[in-house]
């Protein structure tokens, strides 16, 4: 018997490991602009929320921000997007997920395009009912719209029966102000002390394979 019936899943960090491809493109703004290269602590924190939202928390103006997402995205298409692989294990519990009758959905704050091309370079794209990504504008840039978007698309409307499945603090706290419930990825990039920050009573797993587990509820 289904636990829920359906389940959003991030994807930088969770189904995929993608931060080799990232961190070359940020590097690559910072390089391109004549900047000095933040510490690798900074750096990780790139991974995850939008690439405009990490550029203006480093300095970056209005205008600089948005010429750093040019460049990231022209050295992502070149480069970066091939620097990406689905975590082992994963493609076996979106199998199982769509067995049982779950309905699946992506919910990343990465740029869309590039979100449904990487979808589609991991051949997962069959699992999914939906692809929800970014916006280049503000409509959706945080997590929560990006969510709802899908929530709406995927025909959700109760939301106690949906649930987010991400590593970071944004996937936390989009499912919080969302309304689902959550299941926090020890494997991707985040920290569980920061996940548990913005969601009280997540769930945690170490690998994907636990995922499927507590989606149907089995012990």
Known sequence: MKRYEAALFDLDGTLSESGEGILYCVRRIF???GRPLPD???LGTFIGPPMYDSLRRCGFSHEAAENGVEIYKRNFLETGIYRNRLYDGMEKTLAELKENGVRLGVATTKYYPFAERIIRMLEIEKYFDFIGGATADTERRTK???????????????????????????????????GTA???????????????????????????REISNIILDRE
């Open 40 to 42: 690798e602590k900074t």
């Open 144 to 178: 929560a719209r990006v969510m709802e978007w899908c929530l709406d698309n995927m025909g959700c409307a109760d939301r106690k029966s949906v649930i987010m499945i991400g590593d970071t603090r944004y996937d936390a706290e989009g499912a919080a102000q969302t």
């Open 182 to 208: 959550f299941i926090g990825c020890l494997y991707g990039y985040g920290t569980r002390e920061e996940m548990e920050s913005f969601f009280s009573g997540a769930v945690f797993v170490s690998s994907p």
């Open 31 to 33: 390089e391109e602009t």
